[in-house]
């Protein structure tokens, strides 16, 4: 039988082969060999160690530290007292002479409380350095002193603890040893009102690595000289919380909450009610609904709700109502009652909203007091982003977040770019976490995807072509990106404000996950529900605009001017009418918030 020339070629290749070291081509380039035999045999010519793999890490949360404590050293207080005597003695004393004020401080004696080092230094400084009394006068504590502790005992209503600032006014005929240290004590907790009106209790990056907030450069030494210059203090405590008008529509639901009883309604646990079933939890669903739904909601359904006699039975016009219900609240509207429906139907008690309100308020503290007057909020917990102008929600959609594994930072950026049919550079975490195992077992698993690899060099090499056994976690060596098409990742577009997180918004080919109630899909990335949309309004043009730029291919179109975006996480926030909503915990960080104040409030009062 006479063979084909193809196969005399293959024979005469396989005989050579035999006896002649083969060499294998360049990391770029595929040669008959490769065709012939793939990248395994030449790993079985020239084994490599395998460098064994570990995945890379999330980022982690802390165990909180609060602000270093001491006790305030006042002792140089005797001293400035013996230097003023050598100033010239005025013939008439009065109580802001420089002499006897510091020769009243002198008489500090023993007092030293613990304070936050920072506020106990600047305050201990101040008066050192003949700075005036603030909370004393010739009969004692002054009227503005009387306002200011009427402002510590109050500061619950602007989510601080009143326990945080609790200072003793003197009695009647106090000596002057009281009054002084009823002098310093007032400064040492205006000072930290002060802070913690403007800054927050807490350090949010001493949370976790998921939180990333710029300090904002307001320190006890500026609270003090704010106080020490004011002539209307307790106005000044007062207008050091956050000026945005969210904190505002807080504080009213603070107080609204407060005048509330219990109104939660028991569903029982495990209740799962599909059209045509019959349930017993049907009387209170519909009790719930009755309740939690809209007046125009109830209105629509006005003749289904008369006519129900608190049967088991889960009538047509019973799912009507439960699914115009879910659309309301946001969730899929398929009329099957469970825990996601329940959760709206139960609903969230006064007391459990009073904390997620104070949180909230604690939160905004961290963000800049001016949001920006075009700005895009995204809540993380809400699965929401919106686009707002001046005081106006101009846009508003679903959005897609981080996995419970993959979580989205807490941060916020400026908007630079748009980029159109973008590349998707795949993340090292990505690369080694979820690809590696797959190039490990097959080497061309993404030539086969139509991913592009590049060393670090730039050149271009084929998958099959890299010996991934000696890939390691640390020193990838090697670029892996999607190119532009119907299955990158990214979709059409992405909308960048470079960050150190790696986040950004950006479109989905995955449309069907924005249908989800709970959304938490993304590797950290913000995918959004109308992409064109937001690129357009953070570009300050038309959604025609943007599509004529996708039509055109890959490029970038940089906005004139940056837009501030608030990649949030909020469990209470205000609609654009100020009614504030509550949303589940997702990732857990209420929990360890509401660790970190307990530990602060511990060092505070230990």
């Known amino acids: 039988m006479r063979l084909s020339a193809f196969c005399r070629l293959i024979m005469a290749g396989i005989a050579a082969s035999a006896f002649v070291a083969v060499e294998p081509p360049p990391a770029h380039a595929q040669g008959l060999f490769d065709l012939l035999f793939g990248n395994a045999a030449r790993q079985r010519a020239k084994p490599q160690a395998v460098v064994p793999v570990e995945k890379v890490s999330a980022p982690k949360y802390f165990d909180y530290r609060p602000a270093a404590f001491e006790a305030v050293d006042f002792s140089a207080l005797a001293d400035s007292a013996a230097a003023a005597d050598t100033m010239p003695r005025p013939d008439i004393y009065a109580i802001d002479d420089v002499r006897r004020i510091q020769h009243m401080l002198a008489q500090v004696g023993d007092y030293a409380p613990r304070f936050e080092k920072a506020i106990g230094a600047a305050v201990a400084g101040y008066y050192a350095d003949g700075g005036k009394l603030l909370w004393i006068g010739e009969a004692g504590p002054t009227d503005e002193a009387r306002r200011v502790m009427s402002v510590f005992r109050s500061a619950d209503e602007y989510g601080l603890a009143p326990a945080d600032y609790v200072v003793n006014g003197p009695g009647s005929g106090a000596a002057t040893r009281e009054l002084v240290r009823f002098e310093l004590a007032m400064s040492l907790h ?80 495990g209740t799962l009610v599909k059209p045509g079933m019959e349930h017993a939890e049907l009387p209170n669903i519909v009790a719930a609904i009755r309740r939690r739904g809209s007046i125009q909601l109830l209105q629509r359904h006005g003749e289904t709700l008369t006519a129900y006699s608190r049967t088991p039975h889960y009538t047509e016009g019973l799912v009507s109502l439960v699914k115009d219900f879910q659309t309301e609240k946001g969730l ?128 271009r090499v084929s998958s099959i072509n890299v010996d991934w056994m000696s890939v390691g976690t640390t020193e990838i060596g090697y670029d892996v990106r999607q190119p532009p098409g119907p299955a990158n990742a990214l979709g059409e577009l992405k909308i960048m404000f470079p960050n150190k997180h790696a986040i950004y918004m950006h479109d989905t080919p995955a449309r069907q996950l924005f249908g989800q109630s709970r959304r938490a899909f993304s590797h950290g990335c913000i995918r959004l529900q109308h992409p064109r949309k937001m690129a357009a309004a953070v570009l300050g043009t038309t959604v025609g605009h943007i599509g004529a730029m996708i039509e055109e291919g890959h490029s970038s179109e940089h906005l004139k001017e940056k837009v501030p975006v608030y990649v949030a996480y909020f469990t209470a926030w205000p609609n654009r009418d100020g009614e504030i909503e509550y949303f589940a915990d997702m990732y857990d960080r209420d929990a360890h918030l509401r660790k970190a104040m307990g530990i602060v409030a511990k060092a505070r009062r230990g």
């Open 190 to 269: 205006g000072v930290r009102y002060m802070l913690d009106a403007h800054n927050g209790r807490i350090d949010p990056n001493l949370l976790s690595g998921y939180h990333d907030f710029p300090g904002k450069g307001f320190g006890a030494g500026e609270a003090l000289a704010a106080l020490a210059a004011s002539d209307n203090r307790a106005g000044d405590l007062i207008a050091a919380h956050p000026p945005q008008p969210q904190f505002g529509d807080l504080v009213a639901e603070l107080a609204r909450l407060r005048e509330l009883t219990d109104d939660t309604i028991s569903i029982a646990e």
């Open 332 to 459: 899929v509207s398929d009329g099957i009652v469970g825990r996601n429906t329940i959760g709206k139907l139960v609903g969230v008690s006064p007391r459990v909203k009073m904390v997620r309100v104070r949180y909230a308020m604690e939160r905004l503290r961290w963000h800049p007091r001016a949001l920006g007057d075009r700005h895009v909020f995204i809540n993380q917990p809400a699965y929401q982003a919106r686009y707002i102008e001046g005081d106006d929600e101009k846009l508003k959609m679903r959005v897609i977040v981080g996995k419970r594994s993959n979580q989205t930072s807490f941060f916020h950026d400026e908007i630079e770019r748009v980029e159109y049919n973008p590349y998707w550079g795949v993340p090292r975490s990505i690369i080694v976490n979820e690809m590696l195992p797959h190039l490990r077992a097959d080497p061309s698993y993404l030539d086969a995807k139509g991913y592009e690899i590049t060393d670090r060099r730039g050149r």
